[in-house]
C-alpha cells in the first residue's frame, strides 16, 4: 500500500481506522449528506448511520447538501465515539431535476473496495466478507 491511499468507508467501518486500532492509515473517505450543522461540527449521513465530523476553518458546509470528506479518524472529546477531522470536502451536484446521487451506489462500491481489497489497494488481502480489519 501506498502513503496516498485514502479508502472509501462508511460509518461502520470506522472503527477499523481508530487511532486506538493502530492502522496503516486514518486517512479515510465518506460520501453523505449534512443533515446539522453546530458551530465547529456537522453530522455527515450515510444512509442509516452518521457521523460526527470536525469542520477546519476552511470548511464551507450547507445542511441537505451531499460531500466528499477526506479527514482523519479520531476519537471524539468526552468518549462520544468516533468522528471525522475533515482534511478537505467536495460538494456532489445536483442533477439537471435538483436531485443528488444515489448513495445506495456509493454504498455497494465501498462494500466491494472492502471484500476485494486487492484490486482497488496495493497489498490488500481479500476477505470476501466486507470485514474491514483485514490489511490496508
Known sequence: MTSTTTPRVLPAHLHAFAPSAHPATSTVRLLGIIT???????????????VTIVLNRDSHISVNSMYEVVGKVIDLAGG????????????????????????????????????????????????????TMAAY
Open 36 to 50: 446539522t450543522v453546530d458551530r465547529d461540527q456537522a453530522t455527515l449521513t450515510c444512509g442509516s448511520e452518521s
Open 80 to 131: 462520544q465515539g468516533l468522528g471525522i477531522r475533515v482534511l478537505s470536502t467536495t460538494e456532489w451536484p445536483r442533477n439537471a431535476r435538483g436531485e443528488l446521487p444515489d448513495l445506495k451506489l456509493f454504498e455497494a462500491v465501498v462494500d466491494v473496495t472492502h471484500r476485494y481489497k486487492s484490486i482497488f489497494y496495493e497489498g490488500g488481502k481479500d476477505t470476501g466478507n466486507g470485514d
